[in-house]
């Protein structure tokens, strides 16, 4: 570890020792959440150390009307750190801003079809996620999320930011060692003609259907679905949430002792 590492770690560990946060006040930001509701003591305390230290190293920026409170930034730094609790924080260091809307914000993009021709176009978003940032949150879907419906905005943007950590966002974020690249493609693709298959029969789906959007939307979808309704996702494809456990290092549906 170099010096100016160390020297990094310690002036964070100083700051943080200099925040008073008390139980109450992660108990309102965070303890309607059934994620965190699930974690044992000393996870628990992982994740508040982590979220903190996320806010001392990333931009929070509340844009036009947007207010955030002490307890809603916690909130959405403690969402945000659940999917690399077991991985680290150096997992999100190829961005720094966090920019907040009050609600759905517009944004405009252009994009080249199959026939080379330009389009542009614009809509609402509820997130958006770029490969150096910044991270782009409605606030509003920030209080949507985590209420026993499989919906979060904020997993579903960071997971964006993990997969494009591997030659841009595609759905196959970076694999750890001993993970398969042709196994999580084929097992991601057969789950993927599945909830076409599901959505073109009209049947009830498993996971939300804008995951058909693009295999970047898919594995941020699952991601969403991992954390928030990891039964349904086994029990509906348990190659992928098996893929998912080994990717992100946990596994949801163990109960913490």
Same mark, same amino acid.
């Given at each position: 570890?170099?010096?100016?590492?160390?020297?990094? @770690?310690?002036?964070?560990?100083?700051?943080?020792?200099?925040?008073?946060?008390?139980?109450?006040? #992660?108990?309102?930001?965070?303890?309607?959440?059934? =994620?965190?509701?699930?974690?044992?003591?000393?996870?628990?305390?992982?994740?508040?150390?982590? !979220?903190?230290?996320?806010?001392?190293?990333?931009?929070?920026?509340? !844009?036009?009307?947007?207010?955030?409170?002490? @307890?809603?930034?916690?909130?959405?730094?403690? %969402?945000?750190?659940?999917?690399?609790?077991?991985?680290?924080?150096?997992?999100?260091?190829? #961005?720094?801003?966090?920019?907040?809307?009050?609600?759905?914000?517009?944004?405009?993009?252009?994009?080249?079809?199959?026939?080379? =021709? =330009?389009?542009?176009?614009?809509?609402?978003?509820?997130?958006?996620?770029?490969?150096?940032?910044? =991270?782009?949150?409605?606030?509003?879907?920030?209080?949507?999320?985590?209420?026993?419906?499989?919906?979060?905005?904020?997993?579903? @943007?960071?997971?964006?930011?993990?997969?494009?950590?591997?030659?841009?966002?595609?759905?196959?974020?970076?694999?750890?060692?001993?993970?398969?690249?042709?196994? #999580?493609?084929?097992? %991601?693709?057969?789950?993927?003609?599945?909830?076409?298959?599901?959505?073109? !029969?009209?049947?009830?789906?498993?996971?939300?259907?804008?995951?058909?959007?693009?295999?970047?939307?898919?594995?941020?979808?699952?991601?969403?679905?991992?954390?928030?309704?990891?039964?349904?996702?086994?029990?509906?494809?348990?190659?992928?949430?098996?893929?998912?456990?080994?990717?992100?290092?946990?596994?949801?549906?163990?109960?913490?002792?």
């Amino acid at each position: 570890m170099s010096l100016f590492t160390r020297f990094a @770690e310690w002036r964070e560990d100083r700051q943080l020792a200099e925040l008073e946060i008390s139980p109450e006040l #992660w108990q309102q930001a965070l303890g309607d959440w059934p =994620v965190y509701q699930s974690l044992n003591g000393v996870r628990r305390a992982k994740l508040q150390d982590m !979220a903190l230290r996320l806010l001392l190293r990333k931009n929070l920026h509340a !844009a036009g009307d947007a207010e955030a409170s002490d @307890e809603l930034c916690l909130r959405i730094a403690g %969402m945000a750190v659940v999917p690399v609790l077991e991985l680290g924080l150096d997992w999100y260091d190829r #961005w720094r801003t966090l920019i907040l809307y009050d609600g759905p914000f517009h944004a405009e993009h252009s994009w080249q079809d199959e026939a080379g =021709v =330009v389009h542009e176009g614009g809509r609402n978003l509820s997130g958006e996620a770029w490969l150096r940032g910044p =991270v782009v949150l409605s606030l509003a879907d920030v209080r949507l999320s985590g209420q026993r419906d499989g919906y979060n905005v904020v997993i579903h @943007e960071l997971a964006h930011t993990l997969d494009m950590r591997h030659d841009g966002a595609n759905g196959a974020p970076p694999l750890h060692h001993g993970m398969s690249p042709a196994d #999580w493609k084929r097992d %991601m693709t057969a789950a993927w003609d599945d909830l076409g298959r599901r959505a073109a !029969a009209g049947e009830t789906l498993p996971i939300d259907a804008y995951a058909l959007e693009a295999p970047a939307e898919f594995f941020a979808v699952l991601s969403e679905t991992f954390f928030e309704r990891p039964a349904l996702l086994r029990h509906t494809w348990p190659e992928v949430y098996q893929h998912l456990a080994d990717f992100y290092r946990q596994n949801p549906l163990k109960v913490d002792g």
